[in-house]
């Protein structure tokens, strides 16, 4: 089982957890039960039992809500870049809601037993930390992080700003969760952790219209407007980049299946279709392959930038269009793996190693055909980075009208 999936299994059986424990508390509890504390652990109000479920059914709430929210938003594609980090909050918000459904029933059956108004801000902190820590990860989106016209207008103010953000949100949760710890100096606490709300509320907005204006002044709206008349074709091919760094998560089968696909349907010189695609989808056969390399290459240490994935792209030896035909399908599946939401990376090693026996007798391991050299390859995964476009040279192009 992978990581995700993993992640994934724990998040529903943990939503379910405080359902199913208040079902069997539930004939064993008191007539009336607490519901709100204050910081010092009193007890503000008492309700009647059925309001437990309202509690109880708060994790369930939470995986049900974070499971439809990519499923809904338009932006839904980039969801995929930062999915282990959503998966990893999602959780964070179960468990959340778990130990509230715990601390209710355990403070019904025996009251003052724990410091319930001090349990509560210390997981507003802890949880104000996560989100800080995983706001830089956010992609741009409709429903999760700082959302204004600035930063959904540019990728780059979105980066920026959540990058900021995130600072701004683990300290405000370190002192929500310092002060739940050692409830000193309150007043001092107070205004630090109020000098912190209000620095995340405003700071990130009046700092992406400040990134927007630098925009502005050089120039940016001018490409940013053409680029918004671009059709979507066209924004992938000039978004994607080569990634050198790369999430564990492991794209799905089906998501490969398609890149391979677009790769088949790329031109090839006469029609002949001559190349072979080898996908590596193992983990260990994918460290050999590195291992190979560096051994062959006289590079210890070689690796993949930690892609889950290479793919690679042969034909025939000696074959007149060869590399071309390759290249052709290289390319097809790098701009169809960036649509899906993927990372990609050209890999040229392969061509170093032409002729190896040690390489080609592993390669023939694997399922590449006699006659067959690899020409090129590209490593597939989640990204770990959004890397800015390199400028492009000027003065490389001719028009003759
Ligand atoms: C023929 C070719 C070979 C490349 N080989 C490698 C490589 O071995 N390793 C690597 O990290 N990037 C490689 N790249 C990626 C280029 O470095 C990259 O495309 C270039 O820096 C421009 O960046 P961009 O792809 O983000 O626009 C290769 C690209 C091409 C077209």
């Avoid at 830089?136 to 409709?142: E, F, Q, R, V």
């Avoid at 700003?161 to 100096?185: D, K, Y």
């Amino acid at each position: 089982m992978t990581k995700r999936s993993r992640k994934t299994l724990m998040i529903w059986a943990l939503s379910v957890l405080s359902l199913v424990v208040t079902a069997i508390a539930y004939s064993f509890l008191p007539e009336e039960i607490p519901m709100w504390w204050n910081f010092h652990g009193t007890v503000l109000r008492y309700a009647e039992k059925n309001n437990i479920w309202l509690i109880a059914s708060l994790a369930a709430v939470f995986a049900v809500l974070f499971t439809v929210l990519p499923l809904i938003d338009p932006r839904n594609k980039n969801y995929q870049r930062f999915m282990e980090y959503y998966e990893t909050f999602t959780l964070v918000m179960v468990v959340a809601g778990d130990i509230l459904t715990g601390v209710v029933i355990s403070e019904s059956f025996r009251p003052g037993k724990i410091e319930v108004g001090q349990l509560v801000v210390l997981i507003a902190g802890l949880i104000c930390m996560v989100m800080g820590n995983l706001m830089p990860k956010i992609k741009s989106n409709y429903f999760i992080g700082i959302r204004n016209p600035w930063t959904l207008s540019d990728p780059d103010i979105w980066n920026r700003t959540h990058r900021i953000g995130g600072r701004i949100f683990f300290i405000f949760g370190l002192c929500v969760t310092v002060w739940a710890l050692m409830p000193v100096w309150p007043l001092l606490i107070y205004l630090v952790s109020g000098v912190a709300l209000v620095a995340i509320t405003v700071v990130p907005y009046l700092y992406s219209y400040w990134c927007f204006r630098q925009n502005q002044k050089k120039g940016k709206l001018a490409d940013q407007q053409e680029e918004e008349s671009w059709s979507p074709v066209m924004k992938n091919l000039l978004e994607r980049r080569s990634v050198r760094a790369y999430t564990d998560q492991m794209p799905s089968h089906e998501l490969l299946e398609q890149i391979v696909l677009a790769g088949q349907f790329a031109p090839s010189g006469k029609n002949l279709q001559e190349w072979h695609f080898v996908v590596v989808e193992n983990p260990e056969v994918l460290h050999r392959l590195e291992e190979l390399l560096g051994e062959e290459l006289g590079r210890p240490g070689y690796h993949f930038y930690g892609a889950p994935v290479i793919i690679l792209c042969a034909n025939k030896k000696g074959a007149r269009n060869a590399m071309a035909d390759c290249s052709a399908a290289l390319q097809n599946m790098m701009l169809a793996a960036h649509d899906l939401g993927l990372g990609t990376c050209w890999i040229n090693q392969f061509r170093d190693v032409w002729g190896n026996a040690k390489v080609e007798a592993y390669l023939a391991q694997l399922g590449l055909p006699e006659g067959y050299e690899v020409q090129c390859s590209t490593i597939v995964g989640y990204p770990a980075q959004s890397p800015a476009a390199p400028a492009r040279k000027p003065g490389t192009v001719t028009y003759v009208k």
